[in-house]
């Protein structure tokens, strides 16, 4: 079983910054790949980032690259996702999620977080 906590979400102003951090629990950190998405309401929840599990691979979502960063501390059995130059369309909730394998597919992922709000206003 693997627990996951979310958070850094908030409310800023478009163009702003947020630093999500998502804390991993109950297995080994460093065996799992991570990966962040997002579900704004009334939309299904899609890709944003992921990170492999040595930290030496990153994929993005076409929205996110350019301003999200996807990092982790394997050290503190974190994943972290920068995101600056927020717009109002990066309003959503903001999951963590951890796989056996990195991924841009949301079933390939067997853990979830409960999801931080980020709201972003105009």
């Known amino acids: 079983q693997v627990q996951l906590v979310e958070s850094g979400g908030g409310l800023v102003q478009a163009g702003g910054s947020l630093r999500l951090s998502c804390a991993a629990s109950g297995r080994t950190f460093s065996s799992d790949a991570m990966g962040w998405f997002r579900q704004a309401p009334g939309k299904e929840r899609e890709f944003v980032a992921a990170i492999s599990r040595s930290g030496g691979m990153t994929l993005y979502a076409n929205s996110a690259k350019g301003r999200f960063t996807i990092s982790r501390d394997n050290t503190k059995n974190t994943v972290y996702l920068q995101m600056n130059s927020l717009k109002p369309e990066d309003t959503a909730v903001y999951y963590c999620?951890?796989?056996?394998?990195?991924?841009?597919?949301?079933?390939?992922?067997?853990?979830w977080g409960q999801g931080t709000q980020v709201t972003v206003s105009s």
């Open positions: 999620a951890a796989s056996i394998r990195v991924g841009l597919r949301e079933d390939a992922y067997d853990y």
